[in-house]
C-alpha cells in the first residue's frame, strides 16, 4: 500500500494558514492541522504529524510501504535537518518502508498535465513558482514562506488592507470601509486590533484575515486593484517568463 501526504493551504472563506492532507492508495484521507514550524510552532507542529503518521500506521499495518510526503518545510539549500526529523517521527509511529520526501510545489510540476514540463504556480501563504522544460533541473522562484513570498496570500492581502486601515484611521491615508468592517468584526480601534494580533505568537493562522465580509466591505463598487494595492504585487506576471527559462 501507498501513500502520499500534501502540506498545503487551505482556500476559499478558510484563509486560516495551512493544512496537512493525507491520502492511501485506497482512498482513505485525513485532513489535519499544520505541520509547519514557521506557522504554529515546533510543538503543535510535531503534534499534527505524529498523529498523522500514527493513523497512516494504523492502517497500513506492520508491512514496508512506500510514501510521497510533499511539504513546505523542506528546504532545497538544507534538507537533512527536516529529512531527520520527519525520519524520526515516522519510525516512531511505527512506520516501515521508504518515504520519498519534495517541496510540496514538486507534484504540481511532475503530475499529469504538465509532467514535468511547464510552470506550477502556488498563490498561497508562501507563494512560489516551480518551472521546467522536461530536460533540465526546474528553475524556482519564491516558496521562502510568508515573510519572503507571500504574494497573493489570503495573509497578505488581508494585511495590507489592516495597514490601510490603521493608515486611514491616524490620518496618513483615506478612511475606508474596511477599516470600520475590520474594527466592527474584532470589537476594537483597528490600532488596538493591530497591536493585539502583533502579540500573538503566531498571528497568521490564528486570525482569518480575508473572509467574506471583509472583501465585500472592503472591494464592493470599488476600483480594482484597490488604491492600497502594493505596487510590487504587480511584478509577479514578470517573473513566469523568467522562471521559465533555464539557468544559463
Avoid at 495551512?18 to 492508495?25: F, I, K, N, P, V
Avoid at 516512531?92 to 499529469?112: E, F, K, M
Avoid at 490620518?171 to 494580533?197: D, I
Wanted: aromatic letters at 6%.
Amino acid at each position: 500500500m501507498t501513500a502520499e501526504a500534501t502540506h498545503s493551504e487551505e482556500l476559499g472563506d478558510r484563509c486560516r494558514g495551512s493544512g496537512t492532507t493525507a491520502l492511501l492508495d485506497d482512498g482513505t484521507r485525513w485532513r489535519v492541522g499544520s505541520v509547519n514550524h514557521a506557522s504554529v510552532g515546533g510543538p503543535a507542529a510535531d503534534s499534527a504529524l505524529s498523529g498523522l503518521l500514527r493513523a497512516v500506521a494504523g492502517r497500513v499495518g506492520p508491512a514496508p510501504s512506500a510514501g510521497w510526503l510533499a511539504t513546505a518545510t523542506l528546504r532545497a539549500d538544507a534538507p537533512q535537518p527536516e529529512l531527520d526529523r520527519l525520519a524520526r517521527l515516522a519510525e516512531r509511529a511505527g512506520l516501515r518502508g521508504t518515504l520519498v520526501v519534495s517541496r510540496d510545489i514538486v507534484p504540481l510540476l511532475l503530475a499529469p498535465p504538465l509532467g514535468g514540463r511547464g510552470v506550477a504556480v502556488v498563490c498561497g501563504t508562501g507563494s512560489g513558482f516551480l518551472a521546467g522544460d522536461g530536460a533540465r533541473p526546474p528553475t524556482s522562484i519564491g516558496g521562502c514562506e510568508y515573510l519572503g513570498s507571500d504574494e497573493g496570500s489570503a495573509f497578505a492581502l488581508g494585511l495590507e488592507g489592516l495597514r490601510a486601515a490603521v493608515r486611514g484611521a491616524d490620518g496618513r491615508g483615506r478612511p475606508t470601509a474596511l477599516g470600520r468592517a475590520l474594527a466592527g468584526h474584532a470589537g476594537a480601534p483597528v490600532r488596538e486590533l493591530a497591536r493585539r494580533l502583533a502579540a500573538e505568537p503566531f498571528p497568521r493562522p490564528r486570525w482569518p484575515p480575508w473572509r467574506p465580509w471583509s472583501a465585500a466591505a472592503g472591494w464592493r463598487r470599488t476600483r480594482w486593484p484597490p488604491r492600497w494595492w502594493p505596487p510590487r504585487w504587480g511584478s509577479w506576471s514578470g517573473e513566469w517568463p523568467r522562471a521559465g527559462t533555464p539557468p544559463g
